[in-house]
């Protein structure tokens, strides 16, 4: 009887750990390099640049809401917050998160956002990282 009572304990534990877990999702985002040898990303959070051999940019964004809930991440997401825009500007493509710079208020609480990207660029691009430890990563030799 004590072996079930101990087991049963142990399911309720990990099942509060379990829904104690953060919301998050990932959403990702494909653009052409429409012929801009140049990448600038001016996005909030952190960035992992990585490389393939495909002549497409994407995206992926993560989001974690720690004081939030699915079903509001879910909301965000279909009003566009997390919407990206890319614009060739004298040959650079500029991605930027337009939507990122309102401030959302959850009961009068401004709403934390942990946001994170893994952006894959093609091989021979140049790669302008602003709002990043980094500024200019170079990837042509790689």
Known sequence: MT???????????????VSAQNPGKTFTKPFSTDGAERIKF???GP???????????RVEISVDLPSGSTSMLDQLAKVGRYDLSA???????????????????????KLRENLSYVIYVPKDMD???????????????K
């Open 3 to 17: 072996k079930h009572i101990a087991v049963l304990a142990l399911s309720l534990m990990l099942m509060g750990i």
């Open 42 to 44: 001016d996005l909030p």
């Open 47 to 57: 960035i992992d640049l990585k490389i393939w051999h495909q002549a497409t940019i």
């Open 87 to 109: 614009e060739n500007v004298n040959g650079e493509l500029v991605v930027t998160s337009p939507n990122m710079h309102r401030v959302v208020r959850v009961k009068g609480e």
């Open 127 to 141: 790669v302008v990282l602003l709002n990043s430890a980094a500024a200019l990563a170079d990837i042509q030799n």
